[in-house]
């Protein structure tokens, strides 16, 4: 045994345990991030029955039974149920009954022995509502401007036509309000840019003013089509609706313009649930958040985060390799130096809130403050890049994760041998040549090791994201078709605020715990694709360089 314990045994087994257990942990973490997340996105079957409440009354129930849970008898009994049963402990369901525009809540708890019998029937239908939520009920007609166009099973052929045809008109409108509108919006605002700049020069000539009332003047005709266009656009998707029995016996009327989708999951078939599964998680992937972000989907702030981590990487990469080849190549060796790397290391330790408030504090108050002041006068007192924004965000993130940077770098450069560096010499090099051409080529794989620890830990911040630039919900995203392409100064989504908003700030907190999953999920498999995509150029590198770190 104490042979054993000398030869290091016990330390490699115990390695290798502890690194098992971390891989099943993480697994596990995965696996029920997935299992919760993406579930959401599956029909689920709209579910039938009664209640019996406090008083002895019974209620007809409506809608999706999402979990259950064992509860105390004595518990519900305290809470005013008739339990009859001899059973400590009973199982309670929880409802999404939607339709909260009637009832008020989305969702209820109810003891299943005060239930009767639980029935899946197939024409009942889901409707998920631009607003509002779902809507569960039994189609009972469809109308065409408040006439009764169908009835019956017609209806349900009816109901599926004209909803296509509400969302293709849908469709025109949102480009109609977000694209050409939105052209001539942003023009317009040009106009009134270029005739202030112009006051504040002194230079609005009775020419340029004309000129500019005129252009002015054309815009304002265009933006008068362009409405009468969206509002008769209005008026047609406003023509068909629907009419559906809801659980307390009421008929509702439902305008096809607010349906986001329709369909009845009880009557679906495994392919058909196939295909709406897949419809449904790529409307995740790519659709704009409503409802207070817990429905639609999250590609602003897919966008928004991977735009902030390649800025953040632009930046921080030049300056970390720079720092650290000045105090590793150039510097003399002493005191100052020592300090220096002892607060480079110290940094790396400051609570990231702190980068936050200094962000805010210099990059958005001082300095693009005085940005605003020099290059944007026409502007104010509207901010421009004296406000928080990707920018200020992407700085800020750069300045949090410099020290990684700095100290891979410099133990890549430490590892490169000193005879390489003579022998470069030796064949007439200059100084700047062999660190241009054979030790920074040598030392890219420990490069790219930072730049991989920045990703992953700038990827996942979002303490001072809430205070230099993410917001709840972007009006646009920083990367569009208008000159100069790329805005900087604009405020944008990210997927680890979205998780905590969601999570913690939603009004219909059961309703957004699957997206919290989901949405996590996404996080996690985006920081990891950004660092394979790192990882197999950091071994291209390795692989390519080999060779000298053997001579």
């Known amino acids: 045994m104490k042979d054993w314990f000398k030869s290091g045994s016990p330390g490699i087994w115990l390695t290798a345990g502890a690194v098992a257990l971390a891989v099943v942990m993480v697994v596990s973490v995965l696996l029920l991030t997935a299992g919760r997340g993406l579930g959401h996105f599956w029909p689920k079957a709209v579910a039938e029955t009664s209640f019996t409440e406090r008083d002895g009354s019974k209620i007809r129930l409506i809608g999706e039974i999402r979990e259950r849970e064992e509860v105390a008898v004595r518990r519900l009994r305290d809470s005013g149920f008739n339990i009859d049963s001899q059973e400590k402990f009973v199982t309670r369901a929880l409802f999404k009954m939607g339709n909260r525009d009637v009832t008020g809540a989305d969702f209820r708890w109810f003891p299943e022995p005060l239930l009767g019998p639980i029935a899946y029937p197939e024409d009942l239908i889901t409707i998920e509502r631009r607003e509002w939520g779902n809507f569960y009920g039994h189609l009972k007609a469809v109308k065409e401007n408040d006439q009764v166009v169908a009835e019956g099973p017609q209806a349900w052929v009816q109901a599926q036509a004209r909803f296509d045809r509400a969302k293709k008109l849908f469709a025109q409108i949102y480009k109609l309000e977000k694209k050409d509108i939105g052209d001539v919006n942003y023009r317009i605002e040009q106009l009134r840019l270029e005739q202030r700049r112009a006051e504040i020069r002194n230079a609005l000539t009775p020419e340029l003013k004309a000129s500019l009332e005129q252009r002015r003047a054309k815009l304002d005709e265009e933006f008068s089509v362009l409405q009468a266009q969206l509002q008769k656009l209005r008026d047609e998707i406003a023509r068909d609706s629907l009419v559906a029995e809801i659980m307390d016996g009421q008929e509702k009327e439902v305008k096809f313009a607010v349906i986001a989708d329709i369909y009845r999951p009880n009557a679906m078939n495994l392919g058909e649930k196939l295909v709406h599964y897949g419809r449904k998680f790529w409307e995740f992937l790519t659709d704009d958040p409503r409802e207070a972000n817990t429905e639609g989907g999250i590609f602003p702030a897919i966008f928004g985060t991977v735009m902030m981590v390649l800025l953040m ?239």
Request: net charge positive.
């Open 313 to 551: 990487s632009v930046i921080v990469t030049p300056f970390g390799v720079m720092a650290a080849i000045y105090m590793r190549e150039y510097a003399k060796q002493g005191p100052l130096i020592r300090i220096i790397r002892i607060s480079v290391n110290n940094l790396a330790g400051v609570p990231s809130i702190v980068y936050g408030v200094f962000g805010l504090g210099f990059f958005v108050y001082l300095l693009g403050g005085n940005i605003d002041r020099l290059f944007f006068p026409e502007a104010l007192p509207a901010p421009t890049f004296g406000t928080p924004g990707i920018l200020w965000a992407s700085l800020t993130l750069a300045l949090l994760t410099l020290p990684v940077v700095i100290v891979s770098t410099e133990e890549g450069l430490a590892r490169v041998p000193r005879s390489v560096r003579e022998g470069s010499l030796a064949l007439g090099a200059t100084k700047a040549e062999t660190l241009w051409r054979t030790v920074l080529p040598m030392a890219s794989p420990a490069m790219m090791t930072g730049l991989i620890l920045a990703v992953a830990r700038a990827a996942g911040e979002v303490a001072p994201l809430m205070l230099v630039g993410v917001v709840k919900l972007a009006p646009a995203l920083p990367l569009d078709g208008y000159f100069p392409f790329i805005h900087l100064d604009r405020k944008f989504m990210h997927l680890g605020f979205h998780i905590y908003d969601v999570g913690f700030q939603s009004p219909n907190v059961e309703a957004a715990r699957p997206l919290v999953y989901a949405t996590a999920l996404l996080l996690v498999l985006i920081i990891l694709g950004l660092n394979l995509f790192a990882i197999r150029l950091r071994n291209r590198l390795r692989e390519q360089f080999r060779g000298l770190e053997t001579v």
